[in-house]
């Protein structure tokens, strides 16, 4: 069989003909074999507006395009064609409507869509490198689809929301989710962490809307904070655990060893077994799974009575968490702010004098038992997307791709 008639049938480019096919072997370059189709118009086939669907028979110009189309067995295939603008009654000059090529398109429809299925599972880098594409043209189909496919957010029926920041470039720029955690829905990302950043969510949702959210799973920081207690009137807002814990650890635990490093200076050998510790008094005692961290660790609390008692207050104010009733969480804050700010210790009065501010915040965890740790597990993903892309330079095509890997459950 002629290569031409091959070639033909293979293609199916409905409406058209193969003329003339042939095919370039690849260069000594280490290139790919090239098939270029010549396509003709079929005669007698009645041609399609593109504005209003109706058949036409007038043609008002035409100009020749080159196609990229998907590979025939293993050669690039290239279709040279007439790409026809019919004179519509109804619409004026249109172009001709042609299913398995869009408006304005370079490469044919199954091409696009075998791109996107791609795009689930690669990287854009090796997606374009599999075709012979330019990364741009990948991205931007891949973008176009996931903006078809995803929509404008559902900000319908929302009655909690939780929100925190991940890093997006390096030199401290964030950016901010917010997102669903019933649902564990991504609904909004935007460049930013500061108020300005959030009244962009705060605008999209609406008034209406955000006087329905009754409770806010958040972080301490300021902006979330004070937008969130602007635009949601009844909402209860609650403090993450692990955000606290990890401020505690900062501010408490590390300054408490480095101030008893300091105090036994002299004792060479006792100073080099605090300052060696950092890490491992971090870490929650369940994560010490190594016989000699855990007999390290249990010999510094017995030898060190401060490191001890901030070690230990750690685990109560992390058991606030565990309340289901308001009246046994404020009893138990209530409880573990009078030990703390007379434990004589000075970093942990001062954190404790400080958070006293947030306590409302860590109460109402009682009653509204949200956290951030989804989102945690959204920032791992986050970072995943970002090495994938090797740096994504589109804001809304990043962020597309963020809401598409957390779609939510059904609910």
Same mark, same amino acid.
């Given at each position: 069989m002629p290569d031409t008639e091959l070639i033909g049938r293979l293609g199916v480019w409905e409406g058209y003909e193969v003329v003339r096919a042939q095919r370039y072997e690849a260069a000594d370059d280490g290139g790919r074999p090239r098939v270029w189709v010549e396509l003709a118009p079929i005669a007698g086939h009645r041609m399609t507006c593109d504005g209003c669907g109706r058949r036409v028979a007038a043609v008002h110009d035409v100009s020749m395009r080159v196609i990229r189309d998907l590979p025939l067995f293993d050669a690039e295939t290239y279709l040279r064609m007439p790409r026809r603008r019919v004179q519509c009654p109804r619409c004026g000059p249109r172009v001709e409507r042609l299913a398995w090529l869009h408006r304005y398109a370079r490469v044919t429809t199954r091409l696009a869509e075998s791109v996107i299925r791609l795009c689930q599972q690669l990287p854009i880098k090796h997606v374009a490198a599999f075709y012979g594409l330019g990364w741009?043209?990948?991205? @931007? #189909? @891949?973008?176009?689809? $996931?903006?078809?496919?995803?929509?404008?957010?559902?900000? @319908?029926? $929302?009655?909690? $929301?939780?929100m925190d920041e991940f890093a997006i470039q390096k030199g401290h720029r964030y950016a901010t989710v917010v997102i669903e955690p019933l649902r564990k829905r991504v609904l909004w990302v935007g460049r930013g962490r500061d108020r300005d950043c959030m009244k962009g969510f705060f605008a999209l949702l609406g008034p209406a809307r955000a006087a329905r959210i009754r409770a806010v799973a958040m972080d301490m920081h300021a902006a979330f904070y004070l937008e969130v207690q602007a635009h949601c009137p009844h909402a209860k807002i609650v403090f993450d655990l692990f955000h606290i814990i990890a401020k505690y650890g900062r501010e408490v635990i590390d300054r408490v060893r480095v101030d008893e490093a300091n105090r036994v200076r002299h004792d060479q050998r006792a100073r080099k077994v605090i300052k060696s510790t950092r890490w491992l008094l971090l870490r929650n005692r369940r994560n010490v799974t190594k016989p000699a961290d855990r007999v390290r660790l249990t010999e510094l609390l017995h030898a060190n009575r401060s490191i001890c008692k901030a070690y230990l207050m750690r685990d109560e104010l992390r058991h606030l968490w565990t309340y289901r009733t308001d009246g046994w969480a404020r009893r138990g804050w209530a409880d573990w702010y009078r030990r703390a700010v007379r434990s004589r210790i000075a970093p942990l009065a001062t954190f404790a004098k400080r958070l006293a501010v947030h306590a409302h915040g860590i109460i109402a965890h *009682?009653?509204?038992? $949200?956290?951030?740790?989804? #989102?945690?597990? &959204?920032?791992?993903? &986050? %970072?995943? &997307? %970002?090495?994938? *892309?090797?740096? #994504?330079?589109?804001? *809304?095509?990043?962020?597309? %791709? &963020?809401?598409?890997?957390?779609?939510?459950?059904?609910?």
């Open positions: 741009d043209t990948v991205k @931007d #189909l @891949d973008k176009a689809a $996931l903006e078809a496919r995803l929509g404008p957010p559902d900000l @319908d029926d $929302l009655e909690v $929301l939780a *009682a009653r509204w038992p $949200l956290h951030t740790s989804l #989102l945690e597990g &959204i920032n791992n993903k &986050i %970072k995943v &997307i %970002k090495r994938m *892309a090797y740096g #994504l330079r589109d804001d *809304a095509y990043f962020f597309l %791709k &963020i809401r598409d890997a957390f779609p939510g459950t059904p609910g």
